[in-house]
């Protein structure tokens, strides 16, 4: 890529390895003149891709040239005779594409592939005869590049050009690479073109090139490709910020300089190996921070980049700026840890001057800042055997050159019932610039856009599996599936297991992702007559105790509430023990357990005196001792005798769906209780509360009980009862 991209001014440094001199941007005239003497002898290169052979020598030494002459033989020749709009020979367009590649680090069959990518297309070169010269991996990518060729910019014809994009893209990042470079080349040579004809195809290139070359990582074209579609959009705001840059630049002081040398005197003090550079801001990036801070001053127009050599290094940096100098914590991003849908990693943070100023500092490694440059152009051939640190991976990216959300985006494009779907929800994706990142409790992680719900993470985890999600815990705790996420929730997402789960119509309401919204739109064209949960009476809304009598799904008692002063050992419980043997240490006529906690051995208990003798029994972290207590109500000794039959009020959460209520009653019978009532509440954003007062035959099965009933799909939790009863 050429240097004035987004050049890095170096100054002193600790000694580290030779920084490689960036090149001058090509003279397309000269290079033209070149192009034209013909092809060379095979013994040598022809003096047309010298840059291209030096820029693919400073990052491959050991590179095979052979391909790249011959692939420039070829396309000379095809292509001889075709002029450009802006008056070059045509060869001199593939030859800036390769030229742009090779500076990235594309390695050799990128760039081979880039020579030849419009020969297809605007000669008589076939597939057929790319393969034979040059085999069948270059023959894919110039096919790939082919089909994205001829772009009819009118918006009929967008939709299905980007879907074809997309869809070689998935295959193979390469050629999406090549794109990128196409484009970038196109708009430094659009000034040729007539202003509204600019204007289309600046505003695709903002609308989607600029988002695919941001998640694909390729920073170093994104940023360019944002300033020439600034200068063409916004002609006026792009001259004010080029005033300010070079206002700036002619500054007799530079406080980001005397920073720079603060930190290589921190970083030598410490004996840290590292290069430091000041790195300026791209036009955009210096517009943006003006609106964003208003007066701009000497460190709002770059970076300070530090470089090292090993990840561990990064973060004694870190520390020694922390110590050394004033930390802006709240500027802290640790992108190395958590790195970012594009692959990105870096630690970020900020130091201030004492006359207020704040400087933004990069933390990374050389490989970090390679990858961050040139994103999936620099890691490699996909169709190369993955290394064991790729196999070993958690299964998101089976190839190592395509992120994730490339994956899930071709997933969902393949789901889109039609272009215009498609468009439209390609271009509401792209339009998230920021991501955040959960975590998933076996350790993985799942990218989302900023403002995604539990639903988007739903689909995102289990594709359209996730029709069966009944909710999720967020942080540990439980959340509704239209619970907005932020970077770095955990998120524990519960599945039913009912085969004929189906989402509900309100989750389009809470789903911003492609692939969530989407998934949830097939299902509901293709189930026309339902409209999802919240229409069916036996999915949204848990089976009444009277229903399951009718089914004969189980055995149930009376529905008396937890709250109610009635004693439970009323006409269902009679005949029956009223719990375990509870032994009163002073005088009284009687024990009573208190409905409010429904103590069972082993709870440690207390007890107060009501009207007639009578000792109401209660665990002693019980709401109602506290409040008792407070009020000076006196405390009576008690403890358990030996009986070890007990009775005990459970409260299960769950959420509803069809049969709930006959698996939990089945599973409480399988441990052996006897369920004497039970109440089921109204279901409330899909939740469901269920109470029942079971008899044990041991106390000590208690747990055992628990956990069975935790176990049914469907229930998230099971405790004791801890109503706000009135005293006795």
């Not at 074809?164 to 893209?169: R, S, Y």
Request: hydrophobic share 40%; aromatic share 4%.
């Amino acid at each position: 890529m050429s240097a004035e991209a987004n050049p890095a001014t170096p100054g002193p440094v600790a000694p580290t390895a030779p920084r490689r001199k960036a090149r001058p941007r090509i003279d397309l005239r000269r290079l033209g003149r070149a192009a034209l003497l013909g092809s060379a002898a095979r013994d040598r290169l022809p003096d047309a891709i010298g840059h291209v052979a030096e820029a693919h020598r400073a990052h491959f030494p050991d590179a095979d040239l052979e391909p790249l002459r011959r692939a420039y033989v070829l396309a000379e020749s095809s292509h001889r005779g075709q002029m450009r709009k802006s008056g070059e020979p045509y060869i001199t367009h593939p030859l800036a594409v390769t030229l742009i590649l090779a500076e990235l680090g594309a390695e050799t069959t990128t760039l081979t592939a880039s020579l030849l990518h419009d020969t297809v297309e605007d000669t008589d070169v076939t597939l057929d005869q790319v393969r034979e010269e040059f085999g069948e991996e270059v023959r894919y990518l110039v096919d790939g590049v082919t089909k994205l060729e001829k772009v009819d910019y009118g918006a009929a014809a967008e939709p299905e050009t980007f879907r074809k994009m997309l869809v070689a893209t998935g295959s193979d990042v390469r050629v999406m690479s090549i794109k990128l470079a196409d484009r970038l080349h196109n708009m430094r040579t659009l000034g040729v073109m007539r202003p509204e004809k600019q204007a289309r195809i600046a505003k695709v290139t903002r609308d989607v090139l600029i988002p695919l070359a941001e998640r694909l990582g390729v920073q170093a074209l994104k940023t360019e490709l944002e300033d020439l579609v600034f200068a063409i959009l916004h002609p006026e705001e792009y001259e004010h910020t080029r005033e300010l840059i070079a206002e700036n630049a002619a500054r007799p002081d530079d406080p980001l300089a005397d920073i720079a040398e603060e930190v290589r005197g921190v970083l030598r003090e410490a004996d840290i190996q590292a290069e430091v550079l000041i790195r300026p801001r791209h036009f955009v990036s210096v517009h943006r921070v003006g609106r964003k801070r208003g007066q701009l001053r000497g460190a709002d127009f770059g970076r300070v980049l530090v470089l090292v050599n090993e990840d561990a290094d990064c973060y004694g940096v870190l520390g020694e700026l922390h110590t050394c100098m004033t930390p802006v914590v709240s500027e802290f991003k640790d992108f190395i840890a958590v790195p970012k849908f594009n692959l990105y990693q870096s630690l970020h943070t900020a130091v201030a001057r004492a006359d207020g100023q704040v400087a933004e500092v990069l933390i990374r490694t050389h490989q970090m800042h390679k990858a961050a440059e040139a994103g999936v152009v620099a890691l490699g051939n996909p169709y190369a055997p993955p290394s064991e640190e790729q196999s070993a991976g958690d299964g998101e990216r089976a190839d190592p050159t395509r992120p994730g959300w490339l994956s899930r985006l071709l997933d969902w494009q393949r789901a889109a019932p039609d272009p215009d779907t498609f468009w439209s929800t390609l271009r509401e994706d792209l339009a998230q610039d920021r991501e955040i990142t959960v975590f998933r409790p076996d350790g993985g992680t799942l990218g989302l856009p900023e403002g995604a719900s539990c639903v988007d993470a739903a689909y995102a985890q289990y594709g359209e599996d996730a029709h069966a999600c009944i909710g999720a815990r967020v942080n540990g705790r439980l959340a509704t599936l239209s619970t907005v996420l932020k970077d770095g929730d955990s998120v524990q997402l519960l599945m039913g297991q009912d085969p004929a789960s189906e989402p509900s119509r309100e989750w389009l309401d809470h789903a911003h992702t492609p692939a969530a919204r989407i998934a949830i739109q097939r299902w509901l064209a293709a189930h026309p007559e339902g409209t999802g949960r919240d229409s069916a009476p036996t999915d949204g809304d848990a089976p009444g105790p009277d229903d399951a009598l009718a089914r004969g799904d189980g055995q149930l008692g009376r529905t008396d509430s937890p709250a109610d002063p009635v004693d439970p050992a009323g006409p269902l419980g009679t005949g029956r023990p009223r719990g375990a043997e509870v032994l009163l240490d002073g005088p009284g006529s009687g024990a009573r357990l208190a409905r409010c906690c429904t103590p069972v051995p082993p709870d440690e208990i207390t007890g107060f005196a009501v009207r007639g003798g009578l000792v109401t029994v209660h665990r002693v972290e019980c709401a109602a001792v506290a409040r008792m207590t407070g009020t000076g109500r006196a405390e009576v000794g008690v403890r358990w005798g030996d009986t070890a039959e007990c009775r005990v009020t459970l409260v299960a959460e769950s959420f509803g769906r069809p049969h709930l209520l006959a698996d939990l009653t089945e599973a409480i019978a399988l441990e052996g209780a006897e369920i004497v009532s039970a109440t089921v509440e109204p279901p409330s954003q899909q939740r469901v509360r269920h109470t029942y007062t079971l008899q044990l035959p041991d106390a000590a099965h208690l747990p055992a009980l628990m956990r069975a009933m935790r176990n049914v799909p469907g229930v998230y939790d099971v405790s004791r009862a801890q109503h706000q009863a009135p005293t006795s």
